[in-house]
């Protein structure tokens, strides 16, 4: 009885431990003093985390755009509403499917590759190479990873956004022939920039930054072994999706839910 | 050589970003540049709304001519008061223009469509439109239609 209080004692103490070490982590990391020598590394990174994820976000936003047409057809038709479908597809892309889809697809391709990225510096000393000759981790590896993650999480939503309607537009108005007027027309009547591009763009952005936190953390903070690496990785991918799913929620009561 | 093809990805990839953004705000959300074309507003009572909401649109003979910005229960009369924004280009309402509610297919978005009329004298900003039409309600015309049977 004792035994099992003190092993949840000290897994808690262990996670408050963990968590507030990555706070500091996160906040050393953003405050570095910038400068312009650094902006190089920042595109660097822009470019492994933001360029090279786009072939899967855009393949996935097609397909995911063009099942949203068709299965939004198939049910609205019953209703002879099929002209809802442009609304339809919108909304469910800008507000819920763009930020999440993408910071899920995000923390798979970007996240696991930053954690094992960093991890595999730490193991081969690199790390701590770099801190004899006197450059500063912090500001060569961490910062440009993290400011480019929460660059490039809200333009592939955005994106993502984009060439899923595309996708929803093909299915609807080409295939199933929607009219292409009222598709769009009803879109705009019912999405409202404010209330819904803007509030999914900083739903995008708190995935940005929450997926790109926990995957440098992770990788900077590995038992630098194979082992450790693989543990890591596979951790970055499990808790970055459960914070993006468990934030949307709250993030949506917030913004759309009436009290 | 290689760092420049680099670069220009990651310059394509924030363009690509930002004209998602423009596509977003422009066609799929009707955010229009140009500034606001001047409106004035209109008021309309009715007894029953049957689902009309803001941001519905106003329109004549089909047309959207404005939008709905406001609803609210006039607690007076226990009726609904709605305020409409109309294009000032359309200042030609009669003051005995009907407003009645109306229904984009059978089961679409409620919209307020106003039918104007044959008075010398036009609506000002701020005006209310008397003569209304509320929602056609199926309920209710079953009810008065098993009602009227059973007579």
Same mark, same amino acid.
């Given at each position: 009885?004792?035994?099992?209080?003190?092993?949840?004692?000290?897994?808690?103490?262990?996670?408050?431990?963990?968590?507030?070490?990555?706070?500091?982590?996160?906040?050393?990391?953003?405050?570095?003093?910038?400068?312009?020598?650094?902006?190089?590394?920042?595109?660097?990174?822009?470019?492994? $985390?933001?360029?090279?994820?786009?072939?899967?976000?855009? $393949?996935?936003?097609?397909?995911?755009?063009?099942?949203?047409?068709?299965?939004?057809?198939?049910?609205?038709?019953?209703?002879?509403?099929?002209?809802?479908?442009?609304?339809?597809?919108?909304?469910?892309?800008?507000?819920?499917?763009?930020?999440?889809?993408?910071?899920?697809?995000?923390?798979?391709?970007?996240?696991?590759?930053?954690?094992?990225?960093?991890?595999?510096?730490?193991?081969?000393?690199?790390?701590?190479?770099?801190?004899?000759?006197? $450059?500063?981790?912090?500001?060569?590896?961490?910062?440009?990873?993290?400011?480019?993650?929460?660059?490039?999480?809200?333009?592939?939503?955005?994106?993502?956004?984009?060439?899923?309607?595309?996708?929803?537009?093909?299915?609807?108005?080409?295939?199933?022939?929607?009219?292409?007027?009222?598709?769009?027309?009803?879109?705009?009547?019912?999405?409202?920039?404010?209330?819904?591009?803007?509030?999914?763009?900083?739903?995008?952005?708190?995935?940005?930054?929450?997926?790109?936190?926990?995957?440098?953390?992770?990788?900077?903070?590995?038992?630098?072994?194979?082992?450790?690496?693989?543990?890591?990785?596979?951790?970055?991918?499990?808790?970055?999706?459960?914070?993006?799913?468990?934030?949307?929620?709250?993030?949506?009561?917030?913004?759309?839910?009436?009290? | 050589?290689?760092?420049?093809?680099?670069?220009?990805?990651?310059?394509?990839?924030?363009?690509?970003?930002?004209?998602?953004?423009?596509? %977003?705000?422009?066609?799929?959300?009707? %955010?229009?540049?140009?500034?606001?074309?001047?409106?004035?507003?209109?008021?309309?009572?009715?007894? @029953?709304?049957?689902?009309?909401?803001?941001?519905?649109?106003?329109?004549?003979?089909?047309?959207?001519?404005?939008?709905?910005?406001?609803?609210?229960?006039?607690?007076?009369?226990?009726?609904?008061?709605?305020?409409?924004?109309? @294009?000032?280009?359309?200042?030609? %309402?009669?003051?005995?223009?009907?407003?009645?509610?109306?229904?984009?297919?059978?089961?679409?978005?409620?919209?307020?469509?106003?039918?104007?009329?044959? @008075?010398?004298?036009?609506?000002?900003?701020?005006?209310?439109?008397?003569?209304?039409?509320?929602?056609?309600?199926?309920?209710?015309?079953?009810?008065?239609?098993?009602?009227?049977?059973?007579?």
């Amino acid at each position: 009885m004792l035994d099992s209080l003190q092993r949840l004692g000290k897994s808690g103490l262990e996670t408050l431990s963990t968590l507030g070490r990555a706070g500091i982590f996160l906040v050393n990391g953003l405050f570095v003093v910038p400068s312009l020598r650094g902006f190089p590394l920042f595109v660097r990174q822009l470019f492994s $985390v933001g360029v090279l994820s786009l072939p899967i976000i855009v $393949v996935s936003a097609l397909f995911i755009g063009m099942v949203l047409g068709l299965q939004g057809y198939n049910i609205l038709v019953d209703y002879g509403s099929e002209s809802a479908i442009g609304p339809m597809v919108a909304l469910t892309l800008v507000r819920e499917l763009g930020p999440v889809v993408t910071a899920l697809l995000f923390a798979g391709r970007a996240g696991s590759a930053l954690t094992a990225e960093i991890g595999l510096m730490k193991a081969t000393e690199q790390i701590s190479s770099m801190e004899m000759i006197g $450059v500063d981790p912090m500001r060569r590896i961490v910062a440009p990873r993290l400011l480019a993650g929460f660059v490039a999480m809200p333009l592939l939503a955005l994106i993502f956004n984009a060439v899923g309607i595309w996708g929803g537009m093909m299915v609807g108005v080409e295939w199933l022939g929607v009219y292409e007027g009222s598709f769009w027309n009803n879109m705009k009547a019912s999405v409202d920039f404010g209330e819904d591009v803007l509030n999914g763009i900083i739903k995008s952005v708190v995935f940005g930054v929450v997926c790109t936190w926990i995957a440098v953390f992770q990788g900077y903070n590995l038992i630098p072994t194979s082992e450790g690496i693989s543990n890591a990785t596979t951790k970055t991918v499990v808790i970055s999706s459960l914070a993006v799913l468990g934030l949307d929620f709250i993030l949506t009561a917030v913004m759309f839910g009436d009290f | 050589m290689r760092t420049r093809t680099m670069e220009i990805s990651v310059g394509i990839f924030i363009l690509a970003g930002i004209i998602a953004l423009a596509v %977003l705000a422009l066609k799929v959300s009707g %955010l229009s540049l140009s500034p606001a074309k001047p409106t004035y507003k209109l008021y309309a009572q009715f007894s @029953d709304l049957g689902g009309l909401s803001v941001r519905g649109r106003v329109s004549i003979a089909g047309v959207t001519v404005g939008r709905i910005t406001d609803i609210q229960l006039d607690t007076d009369r226990m009726v609904a008061l709605v305020e409409m924004e109309i @294009d000032q280009s359309v200042d030609t %309402l009669t003051v005995d223009s009907i407003a009645s509610i109306r229904t984009e297919g059978l089961l679409g978005e409620k919209f307020i469509d106003i039918s104007v009329g044959g @008075d010398p004298e036009y609506l000002a900003d701020g005006d209310t439109i008397i003569d209304t039409q509320s929602a056609l309600s199926i309920e209710r015309l079953v009810s008065n239609f098993a009602s009227s049977l059973g007579k």
